[in-house]
């Protein structure tokens, strides 16, 4: 089963399967919106804060998400799956790069 996944920073949308993470259905179907890094959990960068949705996740590492902050349900792309429709912003150190480009295509 797929479910929509909605970026709020860039306002775009996708289909992510239920067996797939949320990176690799967005990689999958071209899109971009969520930074893209090692795509294991190593490197924080793909790091979300999902503001609606049911999602399952795998362990992830203390250095880049502090139980405090996935308890606010900020996770990384690439260790969850959703098991609903989900929404979710960018709070990892890329950021400013997704934000970036779209301040640049509003101001255009």
Request: with cysteine; net charge positive.
């Given at each position: 089963m797929s479910h929509k996944v909605f970026i709020?920073?860039?306002q775009e949308e996708y289909s992510c399967r239920e067996d797939q993470h949320l990176l690799a259905g967005m990689e999958a179907l071209g899109r971009k919106g969520i930074p893209v890094g090692c795509r294991g959990g190593g490197c924080?960068?793909?790091k979300i804060e999902i503001t609606s949705g049911e999602y399952t996740k795998r362990v992830m590492s203390r250095d880049h998400v502090t139980v405090e902050e996935e308890a606010r349900g900020c996770v990384l792309?690439?260790?969850?799956k959703p098991q609903?429709?989900?929404r979710l912003r960018v709070?990892?150190?890329?950021?400013?790069n997704v934000v970036?480009?779209?301040?640049?295509?509003?101001e255009k």
């Open positions: 709020e920073d860039t924080g960068v793909c792309a690439c260790r969850v609903s429709d989900i709070v990892g150190k890329m950021k400013k970036r480009g779209i301040t640049e295509t509003i």
